[in-house]
C-alpha cells in the first residue's frame, strides 16, 4: 500500500505519473534530436519499417505507423504471434522494430528472433534496460516510463508513443513541428487528469450492454486501446473500430444501449461528424473525445474534453480520458483493477 502513494491502485497512481513520465520521455532528445542507430537512419527508401508487438504496445505501433506514413515513410506493424506464423517477406536490409514495455514477451521476441535469423536488422522499443528484448536486438531506445506494476499498461502507452513520435520525427525530412508540441504535452496531460469528467461519464454508462470506440487515423489506434483497456479491466464487453468501417457490419451492434466513445483528433471532423450522425440515428448516445468546442463535441451527448494540442498528439490525451473512464467503470462494477482475471502483466508464452 505505501508504493501505491495514497492511490487505491496501481493503475490509477500509473495513470497520473503520466506527465512525469513523458517528461522523462523527452528530457535531452528533443533540441539534440532522439538516437537512432546509423542503420535505420539510412534505410533505403521504400523499405518499410516494420513493427512487431502484442496488445497496448501494438495500439502504440500503430499509432506510430500513422506518424511515419504521414512523413512519407513506409511502415507496417504486425501482431507479433501472427509475424510469427505468417511471415512477411524479410531480405537483408529489412528493419523490425519490437515495441514491448516488458522486453519479455514471448509472442515479441519469436518475432524479433525470426526476423533476425532472416536477415533483418532489429530494434527494441523497451521500458526495461537489460530485458530480453534490449539485450537480443541490434540496438535498443528506451521509453523511461519507470516501473509498471498494474497488469493493465497506461503509463507505458504515452511514454511508447512519445518516443516513437521522436523517432518519426528524427526520421522524417522535414521539421513538421511536432517537437514544440511534445514539449507542451506533459502539461496538457496534467490538465486532462485535473479536470476530466470521466467519473461522471462511467456512472452515466455503467449499465451499458456493450461500448464502442471509433476514430480514424491516430484516433483509430487509440479506439482500439480505448476498448482494450475497458475489456480487460471492467470485463464489459468493448470494441474499437475505425470509423469509416462501422457502416460495412459493426452499426448492426449499435443500439441506445450502446454508448459510442467519438475519439477525433483534430484533423478529421467533418467524416467523424457524419458518424456520429450515423450512431445517434440508430438511438446511441455518443461521447465525444475531443476538444470542447469541436463540431463533434457540440453533436454529442456527452463530452470528454481535451485540450487543443498538434492532432497528431491529441490522440495521446483523448487516451488518457479513456484510461480513467475504464479505471472508473471498474470501480463501480467492483472489479480487482490491478489484477484483472486470467491476465499476467507479462506474458511469457508464445
Ligand atoms: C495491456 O494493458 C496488456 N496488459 C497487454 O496487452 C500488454 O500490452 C501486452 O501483453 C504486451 O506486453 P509488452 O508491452 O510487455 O510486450
Known amino acids: ?18 506527465p512525469m513520465a513523458l517528461r522523462r520521455a523527452l528530457r535531452g532528445r ?15 527508401d521504400g523499405v518499410p519499417v516494420r513493427f512487431v508487438a502484442c496488445g497496448t504496445s501494438y495500439h502504440a ?46 509472442d515479441t521476441l519469436g518475432a524479433l528472433r525470426r526476423a533476425s535469423e532472416a536477415g533483418a536488422r532489429t530494434l527494441a522499443v523497451t521500458n526495461v ?5 534490449a539485450r537480443e536486438c541490434d ?30 520525427e528524427r526520421l522524417a525530412d522535414a521539421d513538421t513541428g511536432i517537437l514544440q508540441a511534445l514539449s507542451t504535452v506533459p502539461d496538457a496531460l496534467q490538465y486532462v487528469l485535473d479536470h476530466t469528467t470521466a467519473p ?13 470506440f471509433v476514430g480514424r487515423g491516430v484516433a483509430h489506434s487509440v479506439s482500439l486501446e480505448g ?49 456520429v ?4 440515428a440508430r438511438g446511441a448516445p455518443v461521447v465525444a473525445v475531443t476538444h470542447p468546442e469541436s463540431a463533434v463535441a457540440a453533436a454529442a451527448e456527452t463530452v470528454l474534453p481535451i485540450p487543443e494540442t498538434h492532432p497528431e498528439l491529441a490522440g495521446l490525451l483523448a487516451n488518457a480520458q479513456l484510461q480513467l473512464l475504464s479505471y472508473h467503470t471498474a470501480r463501480l462494477l467492483d472489479r480487482p483493477v490491478d489484477k484483472p482475471r486470467n491476465l499476467a502483466k507479462s506474458v511469457t508464452v508464445e
Open 30 to 44: 528533443i533540441d539534440a534530436g532522439i538516437e537512432v542507430p546509423a542503420w535505420l537512419l539510412d534505410h533505403p
Open 139 to 168: 540496438d535498443a531506445i528506451f521509453i523511461r516510463a519507470g516501473p509498471e506494476i498494474g497488469v493493465a499498461a497506461t503509463k507505458t502507452f504515452s511514454s511508447q508513443v512519445v518516443t516513437l513520435a521522436l523517432l518519426a
Open 200 to 212: 461522471q461519464v462511467a456512472r452515466t454508462y455503467a449499465d451499458a450492454s456493450a461500448y464502442f
Open 277 to 280: 450522425e450515423e450512431v445517434q
Open 61 to 106: 505501433a500503430l499509432y506510430a505507423v500513422e506518424l511515419l506514413q504521414k512523413r512519407g515513410i513506409s511502415a507496417q506493424a504486425s501482431l507479433a504471434s501472427e509475424f510469427a506464423t505468417s511471415p512477411p517477406p524479410l531480405v537483408d536490409g529489412s528493419v523490425v522494430v519490437g515495441v514491448t514495455q516488458s522486453g519479455e514477451t514471448a
Open 227 to 275: 476498448a482494450l483497456k475497458l475489456k480487460e479491466i471492467s470485463y464489459e464487453h468493448a470494441e474499437g473500430f475505425p470509423a469509416g468501417e462501422l457502416k460495412h457490419g459493426p452499426l448492426a451492434l449499435v443500439t441506445p444501449e450502446t454508448p459510442v466513445f467519438a475519439i477525433e483528433t483534430g484533423d478529421h471532423s467533418d467524416r467523424m461528424r457524419g458518424t
Open 1 to 18: 500500500d505505501a508504493q501505491k502513494e495514497g492511490y487505491d491502485h496501481y493503475m490509477l497512481k500509473e495513470i497520473h505519473e503520466q
Open 129 to 133: 534496460v537489460g530485458s530480453t528484448a
